[in-house]
Nanobody, 114 residues
Framework: VQLQASGGGLVQPGGSLRLSCAASGFTLDNNAVGWFRQAPGKEREVVSCININPNRPYYADSVKGRFTASRDTANNTAHLQMTSLKPEDTAVYYC????????RGKGTQVTVSS
């Protein structure tokens, strides 16, 4: 079971990024998928969790209305579309099987700065 997040980078405040999470060894469609972020000196935060029923995903209050999580079942990939980015969104972002941080893959750095 492996997960690999990608798509991070440097973006200006107000900009957008789309993170991807490629899964191997299991089918994303049959499992919940979570996104977490960890910034230096801050507590880890659950950004989003899509359960097996994707109609009611969870979003942290800090990202509601700006981030959208989705699954691409054809490619066994999950995505996190991030818009209206703020400096406080700067962190390493991880995707995780079953919305369980212990089952995360390698993260991707997102830096929001002018």
């Amino acid at each position: 079971v492996q997960l690999q997040a990608s798509g991070g980078g440097l973006v200006q405040p107000g900009g957008s990024l789309r993170l991807s999470c490629a899964a191997s060894g299991f089918t994303l469609d049959n499992n919940a998928v979570g996104w977490f972020r960890q910034a230096p000196g801050k507590e880890r935060e659950v950004v989003s969790c899509i359960n097996i029923n994707p109609n009611r995903p969870y979003y942290a209050d800090s990202v509601k209305g700006r981030f959208t999580a989705s699954r691409d079942t054809a490619n066994n990939t999950a995505h996190l579309q991030m818009t209206s980015l703020k400096p406080e969104d700067t962190a390493v972002y991880y995707c995780a099987k079953d919305c369980n941080y212990a089952l995360r893959g390698k993260g991707t750095q997102v830096t929001v700065s002018s």
